[in-house]
């Protein structure tokens, strides 16, 4: 055994194995599957993922869903790939269990039938000709197994192949969906729901209608300008210009959705009607401080799940889909950039607008207090715009006011440390993830809203006006640029560090709950 051990040292690693340290690692069995069922668990385990991708899920949650779907229903030896908006789930029913059993049914069913249907199990080849349970009723054959896989290798059972993709065209907020899948998949590895129950809620799920109507989604727009303008130190005068510029944002995004005009131009479109507004009603005499008021607009024009998503895939080894979804994300970022751009060249160089002493915007909220007590009405906003369902608001308060605490109190001991974003953001990471695991829960339906009061958007604005309007000073301007780049990627990495920090508390949990189910 020292010599040669059991497996070949180039064996593959069985596909399940990828489960360890996820929370669907202690999945059972409902039972082993014949290449018949194969393929419906397989378009099963598609259209959940479709469902999760859909709702804003990263790859790794969705192949992680997949493996655990299709193991618990007896379907191991699969291949995922999954790519920024496809999934691909190819089967072959060879060397593993799930093939053997397939076999072993094959021949029952030769001997005995199995109500009428095929002999051999009907495969993804029944086009062929030969291998219809038809074609082999009408010529029955006296020779063995053995020799009729010889002359017709596509019926047997070992070889099946099935191969099944879902290309996903479009993505919205709604977590309170994302998180009904993940709970969806973790009864399933319970080993107690049949696969005709689990389509039938999977199918519910989808036909569910979102937890707010439409309307309450546009007032949460809305009023988080405001609340995120207050929150930077903003006047009242200007929060209320902040909400009026959200408004007719939204009035500019429903316009253009309708003639179906690209992102790219819709952000862009966006953030200079922010940038003119806040310009011009400043420059009419009104007392407001324009960088802060346009900060509060930018913040809710990132693309925030994006952005994360795209540091967990490019961690979690899925390199295609990171680098599509960078693209996606720089591009927005790009769009933004780009907006205030034009709308600050439009009222300063063109319209003779006074500019603006950006040494004197810099990040200073008008206090601790306010600052924390605003971000946080702010998060249960942008809650309510992610649809993330109510019971979940208050975990998602709890993790922004932890980052919050670890923000403050580092800004008290060294102010404007790059070192403090990280940090609060892996603090309201780790938080966010106990909580979820805790409700079940991905982490990315607490963590995205917890991470608002990170959001660079009055660094962002200072960098893009010192480029665009104070020439001599576009070296700063860069600086600030990469400012807000770093900060974004400090926000993602850290919901990233958080959720492998917190692995052995949520693995002790999780070990916890399975005993006392037991012993009930």
Same mark, same amino acid.
């Not at 014949?34 to 790794?60: P, V």
């Not at 980052?403 to 940090?423: K, M």
């Not at 963590?447 to 700063?476: C, D, H, K, S």
């Given at each position: ?221 809305? $009023? ?29 995004? &429903? ?74 994300? &720089? ?56 649809? &993330? ?34 940090? &609060? ?15 079940? $829960? ?79």
């Amino acid at each position: 055994s020292l010599v040669q051990g059991e497996a070949a040292p180039t064996a593959p690693m069985r596909v399940v194995d990828r489960l360890t340290a996820t929370p669907f690692q202690n999945l059972r069995k409902f039972g082993d599957s014949t290449d018949r069922q194969a393929r419906r668990t397989l378009n099963f385990a598609l259209r959940l993922a479709e469902t999760m991708f859909h709702y804003g899920a990263d790859a790794l949650d969705v192949e992680n869903a997949i493996i655990a779907v299709c193991a618990t229903y007896g379907v191991e030896n699969l291949d995922v790939d999954i790519t920024n908006q496809s999934v691909t789930i190819n089967y072959v029913a060879e060397s593993t269990t799930t093939g053997k059993l397939g076999r072993a049914a094959s021949t029952a069913k030769d001997t005995h039938g199995e109500g009428g249907s095929s002999a051999h199990p009907t495969t993804s080849f029944d086009g062929v000709p030969g291998t219809t349970a038809e074609h082999r009723r009408a010529a029955p054959s006296q020779e063995s197994p053995q020799d009729r896989d010889e002359h017709d290798p596509w019926g047997d059972s070992t070889t099946s192949s099935h191969t099944v993709m879902r290309v996903v065209r479009s993505w919205t907020d709604n977590y309170a969906g994302l998180a009904d899948s993940h709970q969806l998949v973790t009864r399933i590895i319970e080993g107690e729901m049949p696969l005709r129950e689990a389509e039938r809620e999977l199918k519910e799920i989808n036909a569910r209608p979102k937890p707010y109507p439409r309307w309450m989604v546009l007032a949460a727009t809305i $009023i988080a300008a405001g609340t995120l303008t207050l929150a930077l130190g903003g006047t009242i005068v200007g929060a209320v210009v902040a909400m009026g510029s959200a408004t007719v944002v939204q009035l500019v995004t &429903a316009k253009l959705g309708a003639w179906r005009i690209p992102e790219f131009f819709s952000l862009g479109a966006n953030a200079l009607v922010i940038t003119l507004i806040a310009m011009v009603i400043s420059a009419l005499g009104v007392e407001l401080y324009p960088p802060k008021v346009i900060a509060g607009g930018l913040i809710m024009l990132l693309p925030t799940t994006r952005m994360v998503s795209t540091m967990q895939d490019a961690i979690n080894g899925f390199p295609v889909t990171a680098a599509g979804r960078l693209l996606s994300t &720089a591009m927005a970022f790009l769009a933004i950039v780009a907006g205030i751009a034009i709308g600050v060249s439009l009222t300063v160089r063109l319209a003779d607008v006074p500019g603006i002493d950006i040494s004197q915007s810099s990040f200073t909220p008008a206090g601790a207090l306010r600052n924390v007590v605003f971000m946080l009405v702010s998060t249960a906003l942008v809650a309510v715009l992610m649809q &993330a369902k109510p019971r979940h608001i208050p975990p998602a308060l709890l993790a922004a006011f932890a980052g919050l605490l670890v923000y403050h109190g580092i800004g008290l001991v060294d102010p404007g440390a790059r070192l403090a974003t990280g940090v &609060a953001a892996v603090v309201s990471g780790c938080v966010a993830a106990l909580l979820a695991a805790r409700a079940r $829960i991905p982490q990315a339906v607490l963590a995205i809203p917890a991470m608002t009061f990170l959001l660079p958007g009055l660094t962002l604005f200072r960098g893009m006006y010192a480029i665009t309007v104070e020439n001599e000073t576009a070296g700063q301007g860069i600086t600030e640029l990469l400012n807000a780049m770093a900060s974004i990627v400090l926000l993602a990495a850290g919901v990233v560090l958080a959720k492998y920090l917190m692995r052995p508390f949520i693995e002790q949990m999780q070990h916890l709950s399975q005993r006392r189910n037991r012993r009930r």
